[in-house]
Nanobody, 118 residues
């Protein structure tokens, strides 16, 4: 089993940066990929970014390409989402999720609130 603990959300002005993190505990050797998703008020949860846990492959939703970067600190078993040039429409609860194989997320973090003021 894997536990995910997020931190690093907060309130930031538009065009500013923020870097939430997601620490993985437990059987991290079984992880296939890690992802960030977000859910804004009144909207469905949407995919933001993902990366292969033991590789370098990354993928982003079009709305964040060029602004967000997903990375991993191997020593800390932590995944980061560096968010630059933030926009008010990026306001949401951000969740990290882990998949043991392609096609489904097996474990979720508790979510961290990101609020971007205009």
């Amino acid at each position: 089993q894997v536990q995910l603990v997020e931190s690093g959300g907060g309130l930031v002005q538009a065009r500013g940066p923020l870097r939430p993190s997601c620490a993985a505990f437990g059987r991290t050797s079984s992880i296939y990929l890690m992802a960030w998703l977000r859910q804004a008020p009144g909207k469905e949860r949407e995919f933001v970014a993902r990366r292969i846990w033991s590789g370098t492959g990354t993928y982003y939703v079009d709305s964040v390409k060029g602004r967000f970067t997903i990375s991993r600190d191997n020593a800390k078993n932590t995944v980061y989402l560096q968010m630059n040039s933030l926009k008010p429409e990026d306001t949401a609860v951000y969740f990290c999720a882990e998949a043991l194989r392609a096609g489904a997320y097996d474990y979720w973090g508790q979510g961290t609130q990101v609020t971007v003021s205009s």
